[in-house]
């Protein structure tokens, strides 16, 4: 990690020192570092809305990019979505010199002019997605174990919704047979023709 990165990493430790309000979540030679800042900014409503920013600092950084995820219980996921979009693209005109403290004072000062633009849809479930913004947040991969789905159908349409919603790629397996007897052979690792001969 370069020294100013290093640098700021020191600075942001003695900024956010309240209880709760920094913590460094990973160190790697490799990825670099990830922390979380616990914040707070006005909202639409004038009341403070909690903000869990978390932040990537990969080894090249501050030539490039942070990555950065935006958290909130009081924001929509568009909401969070909108946020992140905007403090990477305030992220863009501060490349190439240490940014993380800029981009919190920022969204402190600016998280109500953001909910308030008509593309946040301020409670509105619809995602909406910077077309220009690219960042690299690594491969992920998320198991979701759906269990007694009653309407396959519906389900799959919710997830797919979900996933175009998020942009995100993948395929959904399902697992067992819908034959309640075949899943219950598989499950019990009996031979079904000798479980009806002990029935009868």
Same mark, same amino acid.
């Given at each position: 990690?370069?020294?100013?990165?290093?640098?700021?990493?020191?600075?942001?430790?003695?900024?956010?020192?309240?209880?709760?309000?920094?913590?460094?979540?990973?160190?790697?030679?490799? +990825?670099?570092?990830?922390?979380?800042?616990?914040?707070?900014?006005?909202?639409?409503?004038?009341?403070?809305?909690? =903000?869990?920013? !978390?932040?990537?600092?990969?080894?090249?950084?501050?030539?490039?990019?942070?990555?950065?995820? !935006?958290?909130?219980?009081?924001?929509? &996921?568009?909401?969070?979505?909108?946020?992140?979009?905007?403090?990477?693209?305030?992220?863009?005109? =501060?490349?190439?010199?240490?940014?993380?403290?800029?981009?919190?004072?920022? #969204?402190?000062?600016?998280?109500?002019?953001?909910? $308030?633009?008509?593309?946040?849809?301020?409670?509105?479930?619809?995602? /909406?997605?910077?077309?220009?913004? #690219?960042?690299?947040?690594?491969?992920?991969? /998320?198991?979701?174990?759906?269990?007694?789905? &009653?309407?396959? /159908?519906?389900?799959?349409?919710?997830?797919?919704?979900?996933?175009?919603?998020?942009?995100?790629?993948? &395929?959904?397996?399902?697992?067992?047979?819908? +034959?309640?007897?075949?899943?219950?052979?598989? &499950?019990?690792?009996?031979?079904?023709?000798?479980?009806?001969?002990? $029935?009868?």
């Amino acid at each position: 990690m370069a020294e100013p990165a290093r640098e700021e990493l020191s600075a942001l430790a003695a900024i956010f020192c309240g209880p709760g309000e920094w913590e460094v979540l990973s160190r790697s030679e490799t +990825d670099g570092t990830v922390f979380r800042i616990l914040t707070k900014a006005e909202g639409l409503t004038g009341a403070d809305v909690p =903000l869990e920013l !978390v932040f990537h600092l990969p080894l090249n950084y501050p030539s490039c990019l942070p990555g950065i995820s !935006v958290h909130s219980e009081h924001l929509t &996921r568009a909401q969070s979505v909108t946020v992140k979009e905007k403090l990477l693209k305030q992220a863009e005109n =501060l490349s190439s010199e240490p940014m993380v403290h800029e981009l919190v004072l920022w #969204i402190q000062q600016n998280l109500r002019h953001v909910l $308030n633009q008509p593309d946040t849809g301020s409670g509105s479930a619809k995602c /909406t997605f910077a077309t220009g913004t #690219i960042v690299d947040d690594g491969l992920w991969l /998320t198991l979701v174990h759906l269990d007694h789905m &009653r309407a396959k /159908t519906k389900y799959v349409k919710t997830v797919e919704k979900w996933a175009s919603d998020l942009k995100l790629t993948g &395929r959904l397996m399902f697992l067992g047979v819908p +034959d309640s007897s075949e899943n219950l052979q598989s &499950r019990c690792g009996l031979k079904w023709k000798e479980m009806q001969r002990e $029935n009868d």
